[in-house]
């Protein structure tokens, strides 16, 4: 799960970390009302959205005063931003953050990030921060900094100074920076994060380091754990449909194919996915009912299936071990009752109770294709979806 740069700067704020004041403007907001306060200073307005690249899509404005911050604002709020890390259409911007400006002397890069395949939190750093580090990493890594952080010790004092020297900071913010490390790997650890990056981080002309931009995504599956993180969460930042899969705890993610898949198992439906590919087909979605859903749970599930204009066919595939075959058909009669179905559906049932399920299937008043084998059923949606 992803937030906002005013939300991940608000929790550094909490951990004593450096970071500007400021407050947010939704788009339903009285910008006037806003603004009308402000001193004769000079901000930044930063749109508020899930992608980075902001300001080279102009999501990013100086402006002196209130006069200038409201006209930034007006020009911001509303407009569908569109960034190397957003779909081409853009995204809507429904919030901005106004914060003070800041006198810059030096940026430079520094992100957190769990990495999976060696079981421990890497910090990259980098004396050139900015907008284009993407582009750094590939002309001249030699510029970037990787260290691995042991879990077992933790962050080492000798990481820190490594860090320091590499960046070439000056004296004078030696132990601020240790202050800074350490207060990134605090949080990054204790929020259970999977990267917290600050881009850039700058040391001012008054010789004082700054975060002046943070992004912050979280390990979904520890968001249990924390229920003021998960508060955090901005619906309209995700896909309608993820967010009403989400409230029916349905794992699904809207792809860009034809073939509307509803699998219980994340291994089964990977797999579902690959042989759709295998046999020409391309997949809509990705969508885990689990090994414990019920009627209702599935319902929801082809309600969500078959409000995508794009599906050309559904294909179900269900392995019945701990939810049985007769509860996955009833789900789908049931859809069926409050759903018009206008594309082809094909079913594979195997496991428990699948003797019933088929059976229902076979004897509803539905065109649905029942089939047992897994690579037949799969050739058979592609077919349809073709029709």
């Known amino acids: 799960m992803n937030i906002h740069e005013y939300q991940a700067k608000e929790l550094l704020r909490h951990y004593g970390l450096p970071v500007n004041p400021g407050y947010i403007v939704n788009l339903e907001d009285d910008i006037h009302e806003k603004t009308k ?13 899930h992608a980075g690249g902001r300001g080279k899509g102009g999501g990013v404005k100086l402006a002196t005063g209130p006069q200038e911050v409201t006209q930034a604002l007006e020009s911001i709020l509303g407009m569908c931003l569109v960034t190397p890390q957003t779909p081409p259409e853009g995204k809507k911007v429904h919030k901005a953050y106004v914060e003070e400006a800041c006198a810059i002397q030096k ?18 750093a980098s004396a050139e921060g900015g907008v284009n580090i993407e582009e750094l990493a590939k002309q001249d890594p030699t510029k970037i900094k990787t260290l691995s952080v042991n879990p077992l010790v933790g962050l080492q004092p000798f990481q820190v100074r490594e860090l320091f020297y ?86 699904f993610i809207k792809l860009d194919g034809n073939i509307g898949c509803m699998v219980n198992g994340a291994g089964l439906a990977m797999s579902t996915m690959d042989i759709l590919k295998y046999y020409g087909g391309s997949p809509a979605n990705f969508l885990d009912v689990g090994g414990g859903a019920t009627a209702e749970r599935v319902t929801a599930a082809f309600r969500l299936i078959l409000a995508d204009s794009n599906v050309r066919a559904v294909f179900v595939n269900i392995f019945g071990g701990i939810i049985r075959c007769d509860l996955i058909a009833e789900g789908i009669l049931k859809a069926l009752e409050n759903v018009k179905l206008t594309v082809p559906l094909v079913v594979r049932l195997q496991g428990t109770n699948v003797e019933l399920g088929s059976k229902m299937l076979e004897e509803s008043p539905y065109d649905i294709v029942s089939i047992s084998d897994f690579s037949q059923a799969a050739k058979v949606a592609v077919e349809e979806a073709r029709k």
Request: a negative charge.
């Open 166 to 251: 590499f960046l070439a900071l000056p004296k004078e913010v030696g132990k601020s920076f240790q202050a800074l490390i350490e207060g990134c790997y605090k949080v990054f650890t204790a929020k259970e994060m999977e990267l917290l990056e600050v881009n850039p981080l700058v040391l001012t002309a008054d010789n004082e380091l700054l975060v002046l931009d943070a992004k912050m995504s979280f390990e979904d599956n520890a968001l249990a754990r924390h229920k003021d993180i998960a508060a955090l969460k901005d619906p309209l930042e995700y896909e309608s449909s993820e967010v009403e899969a989400a409230q029916y705890d349905l794992n």
């Open 37 to 49: 306060n402000l001193e004769q200073k000079k901000y930044a307005v930063k749109a508020q959205i």
């Open 107 to 124: 940026e430079f890069y520094l992100s957190f990030l769990l990495d999976k395949s060696l079981e421990c939190v890497q910090i990259i």
